[in-house]
């Protein structure tokens, strides 16, 4: 493999390295490199050089960002949010260039506030052989990727909880996951997801006809991210529950503010509107039909409150609220959850995520509310 000038690196979140190495070395003909495992020393890092009482997001990027300094990254990707997080990636750079870090900081937030010609004249800076046609025919790919991950792992946690041998639905996954990462393609990349849900949908499962069903909400980066809540999907779902996550990359893609932009990523990604949770999509922009919410309160506060009256219209047996200590958006809807809690008659849970949490108290937390509603469906 040849060598790249340089090695361009992106903070853990999720799976999604897979999706945006492909289009650094694809598009941007760039070095990449996946972030390290996230570990504990990861966010003993992170929480050691940042500020106390920043959110736990902010801690995790930055135990990401020293690491894979360590290990060789030379540009570091910064994409921000819709909230304070659109403003980290000038006081990460900062700290890391006190710690005398010597890198560079490609800073996508700057670009909103930018033409799309300056963020194509920086990004060239990175690449060893940049062409446009190139980088261009790269997306359809990448967003296939993406697409590919969520649905996948939509159907997973749905259904992996009723498997009739252990480990079918982790074996069939993590062969897709790695299948994923060789992908030359959109044609192959097609063809891996293609392949990987027709496996899951081929394993056998014991699933009732009325499953415990809970719906997961809260803010998008903790609620994406496995290791920064502890994997509370795959706990609730091996207790036996059809565990139900809409906030994922290829929604919150669609609840951004432009309708221009939204235009086209629904173009890019296929995004059916006609298909579940269509009315989400709509409440989300509208807010019209939520007695709960009628303006925005930022970053991803508006999806949870309307994702949450969704699952409770809809008679699920219970509500995650996810979020990271500090995220005020999301502290703000917690009195809005109490309300739809107490309208429909939904156990919520509240699990609010830090780098001090620990496994043991979140796991007791979790089999003492999977307890709670599984009361609540038998009575039903």
């Known amino acids: 493999m040849a060598e790249h000038h340089y090695t361009l690196c992106y903070p853990s979140l999720g799976n999604y390295d897979i999706a945006i190495k492909y289009f650094v070395n694809n598009g941007l003909v760039a070095g990449y490199m996946a972030p390290p495992v996230m570990t504990k020393r990861t966010m003993d890092l992170g929480a050691k050089y940042s500020p106390d009482f920043v959110c736990a997001p902010f801690k995790c990027h930055m135990g990401n960002y020293i690491e894979a300094l360590e290990e060789g990254a ?38 909103r506030y930018k033409s799309l010609f ?14 446009l046609l190139r980088l261009v025919g790269a997306i359809p790919a990448t967003f296939k990727m993406v697409t590919g991950i969520d649905k996948v792992e939509d159907f997973y946690r749905q259904n992996m909880g009723f498997e009739i041998k252990k480990g079918s639905f982790d074996k069939v996954y993590n062969r897709f996951l790695a299948e994923l990462r060789k992908a030359k393609g959109l044609r192959q990349v097609k063809q891996i997801y293609k392949k990987a849900m027709a496996d899951m949908k081929a394993i056998p499962i014991n699933k009732p006809e009325h499953p415990i069903r809970v719906g997961l909400v809260g803010e998008y980066f903790t609620i994406m991210d496995p290791f920064s809540n502890h994997e509370i999907e795959k706990k609730l779902a091996q207790m036996g529950a059809e565990v139900h996550r809409w906030m994922n990359l290829s929604n919150s893609l669609l609840i951004c503010p432009d309708e221009r932009v939204l235009k086209k990523l629904r173009h890019y990604i296929n995004y059916d509107l006609n298909k579940f949770p269509a009315s989400i999509w709509v409440d989300i922009h509208q807010k019209e039909s939520s007695k709960y919410i009628k303006y925005n309160t930022g970053c991803s506060s508006v999806a949870t409150i309307t994702l949450a009256e969704y699952y409770a219209k809809k008679g ?50 979790i089999e003492a509310f999977y307890d709670m509603m599984s009361m609540k469906h038998e009575r039903q």
């Open 74 to 111: 030379n540009v570091l990707i910064q994409t921000g949010g819709t909230c304070r997080l659109g403003y980290y990636g000038e006081l990460h750079e900062q700290i890391l260039r006190d710690m005398g870090y010597d890198f560079e900081m490609f800073n996508i937030t700057l670009f």
């Open 316 to 365: 699920f047996d219970g509500l995650v609220h996810i979020k990271s200590f500090g995220c005020t958006p999301e502290m703000d809807c917690i009195p809005v959850l109490h309300n739809i809690s107490d309208d429909y008659h939904i156990p919520t849970l509240f699990m609010s995520y830090d780098t001090q949490t620990g496994d043991t108290g979140v796991e007791t937390r």
């Open 118 to 131: 300056s963020f194509i004249k920086d990004a060239k800076k990175y690449s060893d052989h940049f062409n």
